[in-house]
């Protein structure tokens, strides 16, 4: 089965980018999905289809998709950007909707 | 703009059914994917399965035996049930909008905390 791997956690200075992976075979061949989870809150989408912004989500956000890695890069991080990150895919060939482990970002 | 609201039991008993209804406000019903996501106490997001507005179902393969999702589309809602419930299952359940495959989830509702304990 599929499977979505990302990195326990980032840590970035404030001001500087934040960059968290999303590794998967040929993940470039799907739609990679973005949510930002904040401590007691319900998920919100920040980057959708690989590079979609969500009306409301700062330009600050953006996404890739390449080869075996998406990547959700958050430029001039702010304090307020501190929270769990979850990447997302729906695989064809299964019919299954599938999430990353997620990750921690820490905003030192 | 599509808001949804969530309700149902908040604990429940090992073995017991889990029920919970996710009611859609402000927009269409039709056309969409109607998803459920679970979330263990400091773990991450599991798909658990979701439904269409026809009634077509997809399942998480580790839940499927246990998992049935419906919708009434006179009431604008859709429903989510587990059954023989375990500790394991303690987790805050959310539903979810999405516009289906290859879509992802643009709308959440506020969750609701599960706890199965004797």
């Known amino acids: 089965s599929y499977v979505l791997t990302q990195p326990p956690s980032v840590s970035v200075a404030p001001g500087k980018t934040a960059r968290i992976s999303c590794g998967g075979n040929?993940?470039?061949?799907?739609?990679v999905h973005w949510y930002q989870q904040k401590p007691g809150q319900a998920p919100v989408v920040v980057i959708y289809?690989?590079?979609d912004r969500p009306s409301g989500i700062p330009e600050r956000f953006s996404g890739s998709n390449s080869g075996n890695t998406a990547t959700l890069t958050i430029s001039r991080v702010e304090v307020g950007d501190e929270a769990d990150y979850y990447c997302q895919v729906w695989d064809s060939g299964s019919d299954h909707v599938l999430f990353g482990g997620g990750t921690k970002l820490t905003v030192l | 703009q599509v808001q949804l609201q969530q309700w149902g039991a908040g604990l429940l008993k090992p073995s017991e059914t889990l029920s919970l209804t996710c009611a859609v406000y402000?927009?269409?019903?039709?056309?969409?994917?109607w998803g459920w996501i679970r979330q263990p106490p400091g773990k991450g997001l599991e798909w658990i399965g979701g439904?269409?507005?026809?009634?077509?179902?997809n399942y998480n393969p580790s839940l499927k035996s246990r998992v049935t999702t419906s919708v009434d589309t006179s009431k604008n809602q859709f429903s989510l049930k587990l059954s023989s419930l375990t500790a394991a299952d303690t987790a805050t359940y959310y539903c979810?909008?999405?516009?289906?495959?290859?879509?992802?989830?643009?709308?959440w509702g506020q969750g609701t905390l599960v706890t199965v304990s004797s």
């Open positions: 402000g927009g269409s019903f039709s056309g969409y994917y």
């Open positions: 040929n993940i470039e061949r799907k739609s």
């Open positions: 289809y690989d590079t």
């Open positions: 439904i269409n507005h026809s009634g077509s179902t």
């Open positions: 979810a909008k999405s516009p289906g495959y290859p879509g992802g989830f643009d709308i």
